[in-house]
């Protein structure tokens, strides 16, 4: 079982940077994969960024690539973080931290395996991101 929890959300203006993490329980964390996605209201949930167990390989939507890095510290905070700059106000969303209980390799995965919302076990409670123009 893996709890987590996110903090770092919080209102800011178009242009400006923000740094989300996420703090997961567990011993087992360095062998899942872990992602963010985010959700409007009226909206699906959607991808916004991944990074494998192992390897470090991330993955990112077009929406945000270049402006957003996704990383994580296994080795103690057992933390995974989302770096947001040059946020625009269609960045705005309530943020989820999510972890993949089964997590494959990626040599092995299929093709897109870590943008698929059904793929991850476990959810944080999700962090708001308002971002004002």
């Known amino acids: 079982q893996v709890q987590l929890v996110e903090v770092g959300g919080g209102l800011v203006q178009a242009g400006d940077s923000l740094r989300l993490s996420c703090a997961a329980s567990?011993?087992?964390?360095?062998?899942?994969?872990m992602a963010w996605f985010r959700q409007t209201p009226g909206k699906e949930r959607e991808f916004v960024a991944a990074i494998w167990y192992i390897g470090g390989g991330t993955e990112y939507s077009n929406s945000v690539s270049g402006r957003f890095t996704i990383s994580r510290d296994n080795a103690e905070k057992n933390q995974v973080w989302l770096q947001m700059n040059s946020l625009k106000p269609e960045d705005t969303a309530v943020y989820y931290c999510?972890?993949?209980?089964?997590?494959?390799?990626?040599?092995?995965?299929?093709?897109?395996?870590?943008?698929?919302?059904?793929?991850?076990?476990?959810w944080g409670q999700g962090t708001q991101v308002t971002v004002s123009s």
């Open positions: 567990g011993r087992t964390f360095s062998t899942y994969n």
């Open positions: 999510a972890a993949d209980g089964n997590s494959p390799s990626p040599s092995i995965a299929a093709p897109g395996y870590l943008r698929r919302e059904y793929e991850y076990d476990y």
